[in-house]
Each structure stands twice: as structure tokens, then as C-alpha cells.
């Protein structure tokens, strides 16, 4: 029996935050403000740029404002930012992000162990920056956490994520991620969280985060797409991790998606062949090879070509 699939797929590429803040060697600010504009030079209509938070927690984002302040604006294209607090809006306003990113955990014990506080407690300290950041006429995503699994208590249920999406809805935030945040969620399981949150957010505002520890983020992404889901994160190379979970791997290659999605006739709006070139380019800035099976692939597929 086929099913019918979206026909056209939206990508947040969220490979200059989330790939690169994890990363133990600087990345300076030109090269995090190039990585951008290649990206959209490529496609991309959705990049999530950098974060917020404070430089002693995160060092590789201490270069937020620059970085925003660097960036030639494309029309068309969404430039978002991550902020933990009213700080860090505060922080990120006069940098005129098109979008806010929001985050909580669907684990108790993740919430507990990172930022010492419930769940409950940690939505609703984002009460009034969901709050402040509307007012300023900046959309207000959010990210919702071991979604599918958690490295302190394993299994996450179905309906502590759904408690998270409705709390989420209740603060006003305007679109709900599910995010499989350390890798180890399956198809099945990642339709059962995303119909969770179909059943509070419209179609067009709930999309899907996979990292690819157990080789299971595109087999997620297909589960997701049979759903109608059509919006997805994905990472520029697929650098990235958990710092929480040991053996965890970054958010799934933009360029494996994107060679999938394709594959299925969906519509992307991304040149593969540049989105390549951009992977190659700061893996080379990050010394290694992308962990995207199909940047490799290509890549020696024209090093053969043009040793020909």
C-alpha cells in the first residue's frame, strides 16, 4: 500500500548552533558567519544561527551578537536563535532574529540534572520570555528534549512528552519540536511522539530533531513524513552530540536528508552538489572528514572523476 508523502519538505538547518557548540576548538566568527551564507546560498530557507547563552557555559557561542551582526540577510530566509532565559532574549533582540528557540526536557531527570529544576518549574520560567518576544513580533519555537529516550533514565513516555507539548502550548509557544536528543529513538516510537504533538499543534507547526547515535534518524524522518510532518532539523555534515551522553552523535547530515528526500520527489529547494561543497568546507575548518554518508560518497565520487 503506498502512502502519501508531503510533497514538499522545509529544513532548519541547525548545524551553526547545534552542530558547532559542542565543538572544544574555536571556530571564529568569520567562519561561523560564511558557514551561514553558504547555507542559504545552497537553499536554505531556515538556520538556526547561534545561541544566547552565557560565553562560561557555552564558549563557542560567545560570539552570538557578532555573529548576527556579520550576517548578509536574504529575503526569504528565516534566521533563528536559541535563548535559555530573559537574559538571553534580552540579549538576542537587537540582533533582530526572525525566530526564538524555547527548550525543555521530556525527562525529569534530564531537566533535574541540567538546570536543577522540574519540568514544570523550567517551562514556566519561559512564561514571560515567550511573553517579551511576541510582544516584539518574533516567533517563538520550541525544542522539547529527550523526546525518545534519556541518558540518566532511559525510556521517556509517551505521555510525559505530551505533558511537555501542552505546557509548551499553554506558555504560547507558537511551534513544538520533538527532538530525539540523543539518538536512540525508532521509527515507531518517533510517530507515536510526533502524534503526541499533533494532537495539540496544527500540522505546519510541529516538526522532528533526530540524531543519528544508532543509525536511525532517516528511518525516523520516513516514519515522520508518512505522519504529513514536513518540517525538520537537520545539521550541515552532522557534527554535533550530547555532551550528557557519551557515544552520541550530532543531528542527522543536511545532505543525507536532503539525497532522501529527493530520492522520494519531494521538494527542497536545496542544490546538493553546493550543499556538499559547504559540508566539505567546514569539515576541513573542524579538521575531519563529514560525518554525512552522502558527502563522502559524493566527494569521492569527483576526486575519482577528476583523477580520471
Known sequence: ????????????????????????????????????????????????????????????????AAVMAGLQRQPGVRYSVLVPNMKGLDAALPAKPDEVVVFAAASEAFSQRNINCSIEESIERFRPVVQAARAAGVKVRSAISCALGCPYQGEVSLDDVERVVRLMQD?????????????????????????????????????GHFHDTYGQALANIYACLELGV??????????????????ATGNVATEDVVYLLHGLGAQTGIDLPRLVDTAEWISAALERAPASRVSRALIAKRAKAAAA
Request: proline share 8%.
Open 1 to 64: 500500500m503506498s502512502v502519501s508523502l508531503p510533497p514538499q519538505v522545509t529544513l532548519v538547518d541547525v548545524g551553526p548552533r547545534d552542530g558547532l557548540q559542542n565543538e572544544k576548538q574555536n571556530v571564529d566568527t568569520a567562519h561561523k558567519v560564511e558557514l551561514v551564507h553558504r547555507l542559504t546560498a545552497a537553499g536554505l530557507r531556515e538556520v538556526e544561527v547561534t545561541s544566547f547563552v552565557s560565553p562560561k557555559w557555552v564558549p563557542q557561542m560567545g560570539d552570538n
Open 171 to 207: 506558555i504560547g509557544v507558537q511551534h513544538v519540536g520533538v527532538a530525539d536528543t540523543i539518538g536512540v529513538g525508532t521509527p515507531r516510537r518517533a510517530q507515536a511522539a510526533l502524534e503526541r504533538a499533533l494532537k495539540h499543534y496544527p500540522l505546519d507547526e510541529v516538526s
Open 230 to 247: 514536513h518540517v525538520f532539523d537537520t545539521s550541515v555534515a552532522g557534527p554535533g552530540g550530547c555532551p550528557d551522553a557519551k557515544g
